[in-house]
T-cell receptor, first 116, second 112 residues
Framework: GAVVSQHPSRVICKSGTSVKIECRSLDFQATTMFWYRQFPKQSLMLMATSNEGSKATYEQGVEKDKFLINHASLTLSTLTVTSAHPEDSSFYIC????????????FGPGTRLTVL | KQEVTQIPAALSVPEGENLVLNCSFTDSAIYNLQWFRQDPGKGLTSLLLIQSSQREQTSGRLNASLDKSSGRSTLYIAASQPGDSATYLCAVPKTSYDKVIFGPGTSLSVIP
């Protein structure tokens, strides 16, 4: 099956720093990737849709200047949390859809961000 | 706007029981429906994918059904085991490349 990887799996940083999370489709090309956020004991909430070669589409309430998304190639999307604060501490997961697999969504393993 | 709900929110059963998890969605114009499993602090594991034209899918002890017209899906787990303890999420996209809307999940605990 299709594999999506994320790096890093866990990051702890100080308040005010920026953190970059990478999402890669390892064995397929993904023109569209999605970024989700999950707070403790809650379900996954879509943050933004990452489109290769164009600007990301953000969900309502998600600050585009704080969560920078770059989809520079068909296998890589990055999410940068700028000037992170403790309230940004969360579990971030990316996914990619494989049209040839009937639109099945393949998810990365997630990145646990803790901002001190 | 698509909304996905899951019932029950939590379930605790003794080992060996058969159980049913429910998922409902408000917009029946879906491309497919996917069931996932999430262990605490971990990512998602895809369990079953049902295309909109299909009625059900089976994998081992798992069987998922889809009734698109009524906006419902069920995940049936046969002969539950302690290793099945996890949160189960259903999710629907509108198209093959669309964002996925998740339900809130059902937290399952199987008691040995």
């Amino acid at each position: 099956g299709a594999v999506v990887s994320q790096h890093p799996s866990r990051v702890i940083c100080k308040s005010g720093t920026s953190v970059k999370i990478e999402c890669r489709s390892l064995d397929f090309q993904a023109t569209t990737m999605f970024w989700y956020r999950q707070f403790p004991k809650q379900s996954l909430m879509l943050m933004a849709t990452s489109n290769e070669g164009s600007k990301a589409t953000y969900e309502q309430g998600v600050e585009k200047d704080k969560f920078l998304i770059n989809h520079a190639s068909l296998t890589l999307s990055t999410l940068t949390v700028t000037s992170a604060h403790p309230e940004d501490s969360s579990f971030y997961i990316c996914s990619a859809s494989l049209t040839s697999a009937g639109g099945e969504q393949f998810f990365g393993p997630g990145t646990r961000l803790t901002v001190l | 706007k698509q909304e996905v709900t899951q019932i029950p929110a939590a379930l605790s059963v003794p080992e060996g029981e058969n159980l049913v998890l429910n998922c409902s969605f408000t917009d029946s114009a879906i491309y497919n429906l996917q069931w996932f499993r999430q262990d605490p602090g971990k990512g998602l594991t895809s369990l079953l994918l049902i295309q909109s034209s299909q009625r059900e899918q089976t994998s081992g002890r798992l069987n998922a059904s889809l009734d698109k017209s009524s906006g419902r899906s069920t995940l049936y787990i046969a002969a539950s085991q302690p290793g099945d303890s996890a949160t189960y999420l259903c999710a629907v996209p509108k198209t093959s490349y669309d964002k996925v809307i998740f339900g809130p999940g059902t937290s399952l605990s199987v008691i040995p």
